[in-house]
């Protein structure tokens, strides 16, 4: 069943311990990104894994979680800039409104932007989600 989704939306990613986000919805990214800093891998019996820290807060940095999630993937990601970087990425359960599912999120340092979540497209077609670009907070608000 397909479903409208704002240009920014409210997500948790209960695997990682988050339980809301605010995240910006961009059909022009491939990939889910999301903030991480101190992005260190370990590994875990016999797998790589890493431990991150996020701002689960926009308004106060001061508010950090410690993330673990074992690595999917590392490769090169070509940013909106055209810059290219290697990136962990990771799988992880994401909820918008009713809808819990699975997506694959590349990590890096969001510091500048405003959103410290992007949501793909590749993410929007596994949710069955359609874009209202005017429109926010269409799955609910805080």
């Not at 986000?21 to 101190?38: M, P, R, Y």
């Not at 260190?40 to 894994?49: L, T």
């Not at 689960?56 to 290219?84: P, W």
Request: aromatic letters at 10%.
């Amino acid at each position: 069943m397909t479903q409208m989704v704002g240009w920014r939306e409210w997500v948790a990613l209960p695997e990682l311990g988050i339980e809301r986000l605010q995240c910006k919805v961009d059909t022009g990214a491939k990939n889910s990104a999301l903030h991480a800093f101190e992005v260190d891998e370990f590994q875990r019996d016999g797998e790589r894994w890493v431990r991150f820290y996020i701002h689960i807060d926009e308004d106060d940095l001061s508010k950090v979680q410690v993330c673990e999630a074992k690595v999917q993937d590392v490769r090169a990601v070509t940013d909106s800039s055209g810059n290219v970087s290697e990136r962990y990425f990771i799988e992880s359960d994401v909820q918008i409104g009713e809808q819990c599912f699975k997506i694959a999120i590349s990590l890096t340092s969001r510091d500048t932007m405003a959103f410290k979540m992007l949501l793909g497209r590749t993410a929007l077609r596994e949710g069955h989600f359609v874009v209202a670009p005017h429109q926010s907070f269409l799955q609910g608000k805080k």
